[in-house]
């Protein structure tokens, strides 16, 4: 039998399109699930007629694989992807490589690096990005791990990429270890800022200033032509006017309790532990967890009987240059974040390639982008974004509506959580003073924690005598 070019375990939905994707650049693939009525469904079905072997022994569908074999594992992270390494790892040769192109956290993948590469093999963990669609059209790939092992995977994951406009693939190697998996956790956590600021845009327009759900969706369709062009956008306008069969808005009937998958949550872990300002994405991760108390926030409006006052802004639309403003915010603390793990891991991360290679194919997918990746290629953001010529400019035009719709809002009695939160960073990040000489005073006072003064080198510390006896 002809031997397959790459195999793959895991056929959800993900796993599926993605096999469709290989598939369709030329590729003979063979896959495996562990529950065999899965494949059997896949291999009468979708893959019918097409270079898609199907196996239901784990050895057989190893045998199958040309050597160096490529295995790709698209299943839930955690234990299971440890469970198959270790049920594959018998069956498999030296320079053999596995690939888990999960949802893995990064030190799970770094962990897993080493364990494998021990054993004589190579281990690949990479982000996938662009959902359902993305991955049987084309998605953002983000691969980091075993360097050697890249130039035997490297064809297969340019052919299966998004192409961004200039007709440059999506996917860029990422760095050793973990850094594959840690930038598309970066990506999720942009991606609930991004997708919580759009929905305060929404919740905005429609509350306070009483706009219709097509006026809202024209809105954002009017506004997605420009530079907060992107696919959220584009999505949220055909989502605002969608009708069910009866004529009645979808929206309107969803319930408002947002779920999430963990990735949100790891991002601001490894913000704290690394100390890296994450206000932003931490905000929107715990809008989510609020939306869930339903009956809570139900029970709290009926006790306060608080009602929303009208809004002033002569041109409600303005809000969407303070939405800008709060994504370049928002944006610039998920850079800051992976350039200090890149200096904390020694990953060494290509910040303009990264923004490069989510142009395309990913959830955040953007014009918007394009700016990011001239700006680090250009050395001028000095790693934070918000500080970069070309956002100062466009900040400096807009700061007035961005503070006037937080300052609308709140007025009126209506929140915007993330908005206020870019804005409060933006605040704090561009005041030369900040009231943390008082939090170390009373460090000092409780804990002889000490500190520094303005007039000394860094580095020198101080304990003051706060008590003083008469």
């Known amino acids: 039998m002809e031997k397959t070019d790459i195999g793959l375990i895991g056929l959800a939905v993900m796993g599926e399109n993605l096999v469709l994707n290989i598939e369709s650049k030329g590729y003979k693939v063979s896959v495996y699930n562990r ?49 198959i390494i270790d049920q594959l790892l018998p069956s498999l040769s030296p320079g053999d490589i596995i690939i888990d192109g999960g949802n893995s956290f990064y030190k799970d993948t770094d962990r897993r690096v080493k364990y494998v590469e021990s054993k004589g093999l190579y281990y690949i963990g990479t982000g996938i990005s662009g959902g359902e669609e993305g991955a049987l059209k084309g998605p953002s790939i983000m691969p980091g791990g075993s360097v050697d092992a890249w130039p035997y995977v490297k064809p297969i994951f340019m052919d299966i990429a998004a192409k961004a ?10 760095g050793p270890g973990g850094a594959g998996h840690f930038v598309k956790m970066v990506h999720n956590g942009i991606e609930y800022a991004d997708m919580q600021l759009i929905s305060e845009i929404y919740f905005l327009l429609k509350r306070l200033y009483k706009k219709s759900n097509d006026e809202i969706g024209n809105y954002f369709g009017l506004y997605n032509e420009g530079k907060l062009k992107s696919y959220l956008m584009e999505i949220t306008a055909d989502i605002l006017k969608h009708k069910d069969k009866h004529g009645d808005y979808v929206l309107d009937n969803i319930l408002d309790a947002a779920g999430q998958k963990g990735t949100g949550r790891w991002t601001v872990s490894s913000a704290m532990e690394l100390g890296v300002p994450l206000n932003i994405i931490a905000t929107a991760v715990f809008e989510r967890a609020l939306s869930s108390l339903t009956e809570l926030r139900d029970n709290g409006e009926y006790i306060y009987q608080r009602k929303l006052h009208a809004g002033y802004l002569e041109e409600p639309d303005e809000v969407f240059n303070a939405m800008y ?26 910040l303009a390639a990264i923004a490069r290679i989510w142009r395309n194919g990913c959830i955040i997918r953007s014009v918007f982008l394009d700016d990011i990746a001239k700006t680090f290629e250009e050395k001028k953001s ?21 503070k006037e719709v937080v300052s609308d809002a709140l007025s009126a009695g209506l929140s915007l959580p993330v908005m206020s939160a870019s804005l409060n960073y933006f605040f704090s990040l561009t005041t030369k003073r900040s009231p943390a000489n008082l939090l170390q005073a009373q460090r000092d006072y409780f804990g002889a924690h000490t500190f520094e003064k303005v007039d ?10 706060w008590i003083r006896e008469e």
Not at 64 to 74: G, I, K, N, Y
Not at 165 to 174: I, L, P, R, V
Not at 335 to 349: I, N, P
Not at 456 to 465: A, L, Q
């Open 325 to 350: 403003c709060s994504k370049v915010a928002s944006y610039s603390q998920g850079f800051d974040l992976m350039e200090k793990a890149s200096e904390e891991y020694g990953w060494e991360l290509d």
């Open 456 to 465: 000394k080198p860094r580095g020198e510390f101080y304990h003051e005598n």
């Open 382 to 402: 000095d790693n934070t974004l918000l500080l970069s010529p070309l956002f100062v400019e466009e900040i400096d035009k807009h700061i007035d509506i961005w």
């Open 165 to 174: 406009e200039d007709g440059s693939a999506c996917c860029e190697w990422t």
């Open 35 to 83: 529950t065999e009525e899965v494949t059997k469904r896949f291999a009468s079905g979708k893959a019918k007629g097409k270079n898609i072997i199907p196996f239901y022994n784990l050895e057989d569908f190893v045998e199958s694989l040309e050597s160096p074999r490529r295995v790709m594992l698209m299943v839930k992270a955690g234990e299971a992807v440890d469970m």
